[in-house]
């Protein structure tokens, strides 16, 4: 699975982004989709997946109600709409291909796409 994500930008806070991650591959409906991002001198912090076939949606906690993933197997295509963008959410942005539990608490994924970056003005 190749991912490429896009949709990154300059927000003031409280502004509204989507992030778009174009997926390649017949075996993309096999794997959770998840987000993840790493602000500037930190570490990598898990933001949401999606599973493959009942859609459940898992948040982390920083983001729970004002971020939603979705996804479209049909179009190999993940979403992340951002609402409610604070000067914290400025980090670059990556999608991942993997399970929920490897991305959740190992941080890891079997598929990364390159990072879209996202700065939020305050």
């Known amino acids: 699975v190749q991912l490429q994500a896009s949709g990154g930008g300059l927000v003031q806070a409280g502004g509204s982004l989507t992030l778009t991650c174009a997926a390649s591959g017949r075996t993309f409906g096999n794997y959770y989709m998840g987000w993840f991002r790493q602000a500037p001198g930190k570490g990598r912090e898990f933001v949401a997946a999606?599973?493959?076939?009942?859609?459940?949606?898992y948040y982390a906690d920083s983001v729970k109600d004002r971020f939603t993933i979705s996804r479209d197997n049909a179009k190999n295509t993940v979403w992340l709409r951002m609402n409610s963008l604070k000067a914290e959410d400025t980090a670059l942005y990556y999608c991942a291909a993997g399970w929920y539990p490897q991305m959740r608490y190992q941080m890891s994924a079997d598929y990364w796409g390159q990072g879209t970056l996202v700065t939020v003005s305050s």
């Open positions: 999606i599973g493959s076939g009942f859609l459940s949606t």
